[in-house]
């Protein structure tokens, strides 16, 4: 779900810089650099290392928004074993909670999402239905997370619902259309 909301954040991102500005993104985790948005475009990461600057201090984002700060000591284009996926050395060198940092000229958060009790009975009933309808049968829901935010800005709260799958009474049936993200 972190990727879903990143990957959905980023697009919403790309779309609204339009100053010449290069943005770097880095997973704070791994400290791999995702990529950057330059004029509203999307650069790879390969083409992305000139964007990030040492000594910068970058603003660190989770799912429920800014939780605090990197500063970029250095950028490692020869990381191995992935040659491709450049290593950005940070400050603190782990960081607790988030999930990524860039430093942005606009709001990347423009709706902030909200975290929802994990264990709301409304929420187990409404994956176990879906979970169903998608060829589990008795389905054991284990939600992760849930955040409430306004996905669309219709003035309406969507939920984002994170659901691990530890064990089913019956196999999912292959033949079957694979499951949306959205229903």
């Known amino acids: 779900m972190k990727t879903s909301l990143l990957l959905a954040g980023l697009a919403f991102a790309s779309r609204l810089s339009v100053s010449a500005d290069t943005f770097p993104i880095i997973d704070v985790r791994y400290g791999y650099l995702v990529g950057a948005i330059e004029s509203g475009k ?87 239905q879906f979970l169903r309808e998608h060829g589990f049968r008795d389905p054991i829901v284990h939600i992760s997370q849930i955040v409430s935010v306004d996905l669309d800005g219709d003035g309406q709260d969507e939920f984002v619902i994170s659901q691990r799958i530890t064990r089913m009474t019956t196999r999912f049936r292959m033949n079957r259309a694979p499951i949306p993200i959205r229903s």
């Open 42 to 128: 999307w650069l790879e990461p390969t083409d992305a290392t000139d964007s990030v600057k040492s000594g910068a201090k970058l603003q660190v984002y989770g799912v429920t928004g800014d939780v605090g700060t990197v500063q970029v000591l250095k950028v490692d284009t020869q990381n191995e074993p992935c040659p491709d996926r450049p290593v950005v050395k940070l400050r603190p060198a782990k960081v607790a909670k988030g999930a990524v940092a860039f430093a942005a000229s606009w709001n990347p958060l423009p709706r902030k999402p909200k975290s929802v009790d994990a264990k709301t009975q409304q929420h187990v009933k409404v994956v176990r």
